[in-house]
Structures are given as structure tokens and as C-alpha cells.
């Protein structure tokens, strides 16, 4: 139901901003255009508009690897929209295609009018064509009015206030560390066989990592014998596996006796749900700490603040990656029944991995669910929270040391402008590795919120 009223509202959405850019075409107004250069970043897909060898396409968003910031340059009859690394290239057009060429043409003027949402539409002087994108396509063109038609304007360097105080931060404001497969330690017990076994994933057991201001933990959960336990790739193989029930014990202790704190769980989740309903209901206090979004009503009113959730003393949040229509078409109870969230529902997240550890890096930012929600969903009372995955297929302790040294110049320069929010959590392998670290970083994110303005 959620989804389907999301897609009305865009639809709606669409056809008023259409209106609106038609009507301030004709009048020849133009919008407020952000300063400095911006990244074209299309409302229906979160891709960037980037210079491919002389046309323009939609491209994962990569910061400044990929041609893809552009400055808006006030002309006589509009704007230009210059490369921002290829001096005297502009956005422009040739037929119907959009194409990268030289400044200061006809075919490089554009008309930029506010679309509604934060959106924009670019069009062309004097007519009903816009700058489009292609259903099904990267292509970019030029074309009729629509969601397709629409973009943001994301300035490449973002705007920052003050993180709000203690008692008014709410949670998709804060940052958490989080530890991608954090079972896997070689400290709690077995988590892989032979030779997956010889790559941990983490170097300390789950209490440690608590105690170190780990508070996002990763965990992959198999049925053997009808319990859920934590194995990495396949149980098989794997002698004496930690029960699921087990290391969320050790996290309820933890957050029993550590009164305000607040943890959430992302299980990669391979049971189902009769089976993760049992080890759940094996965790002694599991519900008198665990939160309930779907019953706080935060799908119409937004996230609470943390010193709610602290005085309610709910403090865990729990989500799976299963979704919902595969859950009912497996003939299963859905998940959120017994309390845990179906995170495609309630996030955004980034593609899982950097690459190979013995490769160069990938650090584009897109989406690992794909054009369908991409990471700049967004609703104006509900802000999914946005899982920053930073590691790659398997963990070498040196490429760790150096990408984690890289982390906050990822977090603001590629994955804050690809979402056009900050990282609620930063998913790192072996966080206590690099300089700075992953909590060094996490503590500096908390220090600010951003403003991305239109």
C-alpha cells in the first residue's frame, strides 16, 4: 500500500510540476539556480548527467571522476551548464540528443525553471523540450515534460549547519559505525569454512565492538536444524556456528545496561520468518527494548528525536533484507508482525562493494536496490535513513587500513551528493584500522547536518 501511494504521489507531483514549468517558461521567469557547480542528478533515477565521450548520459554518481559536475552560467536568454573539469564545453544539444560541445551557441542555452520537490527543469528557450532522460535507457535527450524531465541541481559542495542539540536531534540526523559482517571476528566463535575462514571481517568479538562504539552490526542469518545462526557465505561446512539469538543477547545485555544508547541490526537474511520469529523469542528483554517504526507512526511524522527513544527506553531496531512480496509469496508471516523492519521500506543504500582488495577502487555511490528506489528517495515528512556500505568483496588488512583512511573524503565528496543526505550508518570491514579511523570519521559527522537547499 505504502508503494503504491508513493507512486501516486509522484505521479501527482509530476503533473504539477509540468504546470509549473510550462507556466514559468511562458512567463519567462527563472528560478532561483544554485551557485557553483552542481551535479545533475535525475529525480526518477539519482543518476548524474555526465559527458560520455561527447554525449551526455546518466552515470553512477563519482564525484569528480566522471565529468559529471557542471556550473550554470547566466547568458543572454538563460543559463549554460559548463563542464566544470573541461574548460569551454557545455551541455548542449543536436537533434534530440544531448551532447557535450563548445560554449556559446544557441544549442548551449538553456531555460531553468523550478519544478517542484527541489527539482528543476531545464529546457529548451522558446519551446515545450526538455532536457530528459530515457525510461529504460541512460540516454539523455532532450523531449516532453515529466518526472523523466526532472532534476536536481545538487551542489557539488553541500551545505553544513550545527548538528541540533542533544534533546532535539532526531534519529535520521545521527551517524552510527556499523560493522559489515560483524559475526565474522575469529574471536565469538566459527563463522566460514576453509578458505573463506582466513578473511575475517572484524578482529574483535561482538562485546568488544560494543564496547569499542560499534552501534550498526551486519549479520547474515542461516537456518541449520531450524535455528538461525550466523555463517558467512554458507553454514556449510562450518562447525558449531553462533546462534543469531546468541549475539543479540549480548547486544540487549549491552543496551540494558547502557540506558540511552541505541543499536540497529541489518540482517542479510536467509530463514524464514517462523524460524526468525523463535530465535527472537529465545532473547530474554528483546521487546522491551526493541522500536517499532511501523507502530510510531514515522511513516507520516518522521523520525523521533533520541531523547524520545531514550526515555521510552527503546533502543534496538532491527532490519531485514528480505521484502515483504517475496515473504508472502513464500506463504510466510511477514517480518514486521514480530517486530522486525523490512529495510527496503524504511532505507537507502549503497551498492555493497568497492571491488576486488588487490584492484583499484570503485567509489561511485548508487543504489544496490537499483532505479527503483534510488538513493534520493525522499518524502517531506518520512527521511529513509540512508546504510553507507565502504568495503570491498574480502578484507586484506592493508587496502582496509588505506580505503578507511579515505572514508570521510568518500562520505562528503562521492555518497553525501549522490543521496543528498549524510550516512546515517558507515558500514566499514575492521574499523579499528586506518588514520584516521571509522569513529574518528563517525564522531565528525555528528557534528553537522546538511543543507542542500534546492
Known amino acids: 500500500m505504502r508503494g503504491k501511494s508513493l507512486r501516486h504521489l509522484r505521479v501527482l507531483c509530476g503533473a504539477a510540476a509540468v504546470a509549473m514549468a510550462l507556466s514559468l517558461a511562458t512567463a519567462g521567469e527563472a528560478a532561483a539556480v544554485p551557485s557553483g557547480s552542481v551535479y545533475i542528478q535525475s529525480y526518477v533515477t539519482g543518476l548524474n548527467a555526465a559527458d560520455s565521450s561527447g554525449t551526455v548520459a546518466e552515470h553512477n554518481p563519482k564525484g569528480n571522476e566522471d565529468h559529471q559536475q557542471w556550473t550554470p552560467a547566466a547568458v543572454s536568454g538563460g543559463y549554460e551548464l559548463r563542464n566544470a573539469d573541461e574548460s569551454g564545453t557545455c551541455l548542449g544539444r543536436s537533434g534530440t540528443t544531448a551532447v557535450t560541445t563548445a560554449c556559446g551557441t544557441d544549442t548551449t542555452t538553456w531555460t531553468i525553471t523550478a519544478a517542484g520537490n527541489s527539482t528543476y527543469s531545464i529546457g529548451v528557450p522558446g519551446t515545450s523540450q526538455y532536457l530528459t532522460g530515457v525510461s529504460g535507457s541512460t540516454a539523455v535527450q532532450t523531449g516532453a515534460a515529466g518526472d523523466l524531465a526532472r532534476w536536481f541541481l545538487t551542489p557539488v559542495g553541500l551545505g553544513k549547519s550545527?548538528?541540533?542539540?542533544?534533546?532535539t536531534r532526531t534519529l535520521d540526523q545521527v551517524s552510527f559505525l556499523t560493522a559489515h559482517n560483524a559475526f565474522a571476528n575469529g574471536v565469538d566463535g566459527n563463522f566460514a569454512s576453509f578458505p573463506v575462514?582466513?578473511?575475517p571481517n572484524q578482529a574483535q568479538g561482538i562485546g568488544q565492538q560494543l564496547s569499542s562504539g560499534v552501534r550498526g552490526f551486519m549479520l547474515d542469518d542461516y537456518d541449520v536444524s531450524g535455528t538461525a545462526v550466523l555463517c558467512h557465505n554458507s553454514c556449510s561446512g562450518v562447525s558449531s556456528p553462533v546462534p543469531l539469538a546468541t549475539d543479540l543477547q549480548r547486544v540487549v545485555d549491552f543496551l540494558k545496561a547502557n540506558p540511552g544508547q541505541f543499536v540497529t541490526v541489518f540482517l542479510e537474511d536467509y530463514v524464514s520468518s517462523s524460524v526468525l520469529k523463535s530465535s527472537l523469542a529465545s532473547i530474554s528483554g528483546l521487546s522491551d527494548v526493541l522500536y517499532r517504526p511501523d507502530q510510531d507512526g514515522v511513516a507520516a511524522n518522521g523520525w523521533p528525536t533520541m531523547a524520545n527513544l531514550a526515555a521510552r527506553g527503546k533502543q534496538l531496531l532491527i532490519f531485514s533484507d528480505r521484502t515483504r512480496a517475496s515473504d508472502i509469496s513464500n506463504g510466510y508471516a511477514t517480518r514486521d508482525t514480530f517486530g522486525v523492519m523490512y529495510q527496503r521500506e524504511w532505507t537507502v543504500e549503497n551498492y555493497w562493494s568497492m571491488g576486488s582488495p588487490l584492484a583499484d577502487s570503485d567509489w561511485s555511490c548508487y543504489s544496490r536496490w537499483g532505479t527503483d528506489r534510488p538513493l534520493t528517495t525522499d518524502s517531506a515528512a518520512f527521511h529513509p535513513l540512508f546504510v553507507m556500505n565502504h568495503f570491498r568483496d574480502a578484507t586484506l588488512s592493508a587496502t582496509v587500513t588505506t580505503d578507511n583512511g579515505k572514508l570521510q573524503n568518500r562520505t562528503e565528496n562521492f555518497?553525501?551528493?549522490?543521496a543528498r543526505k549524510k550516512?546515517?550508518?558507515i558500514a566499514v570491514d575492521r574499523y579499528d584500522l586506518g588514520s584516521p579511523t571509522p569513529l574518528t570519521t563517525v564522531?565528525?559527522?555528528?557534528?553537522?547536518?546538511?543543507t542542500p537547499g534546492q
Not at 550545527?162 to 534533546?167: F, I
Not at 564522531?443 to 546538511?450: D, E, F, G, R
Open 443 to 450: 564522531a565528525a559527522l555528528n557534528t553537522y547536518v546538511l
Open 415 to 418: 555518497c553525501e551528493p549522490a
Open 197 to 199: 575462514s582466513l578473511f
Open 162 to 167: 550545527a548538528m541540533p542539540s542533544p534533546d
Open 423 to 425: 550516512p546515517n550508518y
